[in-house]
């Protein structure tokens, strides 16, 4: 009695009828293909699959219809989105090439008008000769007139060239004031982004550290030698909470100012002093805490800023330089994107609100003084299992997980934006602030705390904990806030 054949058989034997290669090498190699597979390998060659190989009732009738309309319906809802974006993006160009036109119209309209006031200035010799012999004469008439007696010509004409002498220089004089400074208030209208690109910073030195052996046993001072202090990295020194305190007091770093004026120096931190938690007043301890934080978030902010202009650039060029292609790969990478969809990777590399960043840091890190915090530089308490890590205290035996740890601070704050931009967990979080993009409204930290419900097992608690860290110490403030353009080497001493 013959053997009755699966559906799969049934396939394999059609490719044998046929003479599909691509099958029988897979075959031949002993790697076992699925029906799904083997049927897409058979269209791919053109070959008719008969009706009654498919034994499957539901299958064939309800299964794959659905699975078919709804993959059409991601399909349509992917075209739709790509389709928006292309929209945005030709809006942009539109606004941003109507803008270059307006400046141009504007700049040449201003040529225009100071070619005709040289050559105004250049008839004004001409013109008061002309003037000069009318009132001249003029005024000669009507003083004879009066006076009834001649008077001299000559003398005449002298004062009547005085006089024309004194509007002519005067009016000359004005003309040019207003030319010259004219030209340099009238300047080419800026065309405003919604985040300032940050200068790229060529040479940046770390601060010499200057070590005197004395006999003595004094603990290190750290001591900044200018008081115009731009940008600071500190080394790994075990800084006192005192020490940290006196220097912020010596480059004038405060947290109202920087609210004010948007900006903060670069003052980089490799560790929190570890004595934070000894400061008695509450509010200090969080001042010094975000002083601390907030430059390294808003400088990997920065960062991601600038790639986000770059792609931006390259993805309007109809051609692109090996260098430049390497470049996006190496970001697709970065930012484990599949199949070089530069429109996901656009949604990926975006920043992460600064008060979001700082409330998350607070509330992992215990604002500065938890054990990962102080041991590993651990301000956000990602989990690993296989890198290196700080095992919790009161973790199950079950389980085996560990805290991931950090060489520096801002190791930390870079691994936490890659983690919110990259893992699958936090897919809301990142298509609620594209949405925001493309309303080209403001990504605020409040708007998108909701989102990250996956960061912990409490949930919506922990969301809502993170709403009241932000709402509590004014961590808004910061949002719009800006490294500060120049950079200065100082020196350090201890």
Avoid at 198 to 215: G, H, M, N, T
Avoid at 336 to 362: F, H, Y
Avoid at 450 to 478: C, H, M, P, V, W
């Amino acid at each position: 009695m013959k053997k009755k054949l699966s559906y799969r058989d049934k396939l394999i034997e059609l490719a044998y009828i046929y003479d599909v290669k691509e099958i029988k090498d897979y075959e031949k190699s002993r790697k076992n293909l699925t029906s799904g597979q083997l049927e897409l390998i058979l269209k791919k060659n053109k070959i008719i699959i008969p009706k009654d190989f498919k034994s499957n009732f539901l299958r064939d009738n309800f299964v794959k219809p659905v699975s078919k309309l709804k993959s059409n319906l991601v399909e349509f809802k992917e075209n739709k989105i790509k389709d928006k974006n292309r929209a945005i993006r030709r809006l942009e160009n539109f606004k941003l090439d109507t803008n270059r036109k307006i400046s141009r119209g504007l700049k040449d309209l201003w040529i225009q008008l100071g070619r005709i006031g040289l050559n105004f200035l250049n008839i004004i010799p001409k013109l008061g000769i002309v003037i000069y012999d009318f009132f001249g004469k003029l005024f000669t008439d009507v003083f004879h007139g009066i006076y009834n007696q001649q008077f001299e010509p000559k003398k005449a004409k002298k004062v009547i060239f005085a006089m024309a002498s004194v509007v002519i220089v005067t009016t000359v004089a004005f003309s040019a004031v207003n030319y010259f400074t004219g030209s340099n208030m009238v300047k080419k209208p800026e065309i405003k982004k919604e985040v300032k690109k940050p200068e790229i910073k060529k040479e940046v030195k770390k601060p010499e550290i200057k070590k005197e052996v004395k006999k003595s046993k004094e603990k290190p001072k750290l001591e900044v030698k200018r008081k115009s202090v731009d940008e600071v990295i500190l080394p790994n020194l075990n800084l006192k909470t005192e020490t940290v305190l006196n220097l912020f007091k010596d480059v004038e770093y405060d947290l109202g100012t920087v609210r004010s004026k948007k900006l903060v120096k670069p003052i980089y931190f490799t560790q929190f002093p570890r004595d934070l938690d000894a400061l008695e007043s509450t509010k200090l301890k969080k001042e010094t805490f975000i002083k601390i934080v907030l430059p390294l978030i808003v400088a990997e902010n920065e960062r991601i800023i600038a790639d986000r202009e770059k792609l931006i650039n390259l993805s309007k060029k109809k051609f692109t330089t090996d260098l430049e292609k390497q470049w996006i790969r190496q970001k697709l990478l970065e930012y484990k994107v599949k199949k070089g969809d530069l429109d996901e990777l656009l949604v990926r590399m975006d920043i992460i609100p600064t008060s979001i960043a700082l409330a998350q840091a607070a509330k992992e890190s215990g604002w500065g003084t938890s054990r990962f915090a102080l041991e590993g530089n651990a301000i956000f308490g990602q989990w690993t299992w296989s890198g290196q890590g700080i095992a919790p205290l009161d973790r199950e035996s079950d389980k085996n997980h560990k805290i991931l740890k950090f060489p520096i601070l801002r190791a930390s704050v870079k691994a936490y934006q890659n983690n919110l931009n990259t893992h699958k967990s936090y897919s809301k979080f990142r298509q609620k602030r594209s949405f925001l993009r493309e309303k080209n409204k403001k990504v605020a930290g409040l708007e998108l705390t909701e989102t990250l419900n996956n960061y912990a097992q409490t949930g919506s608690e922990y969301t809502k904990k993170l709403n009241q860290i932000i709402k509590q110490n004014r961590l808004t403030d910061f949002e719009p806030v800006r490294l500060v353009n120049s950079v200065k080497k100082i020196e350090l001493s201890s």
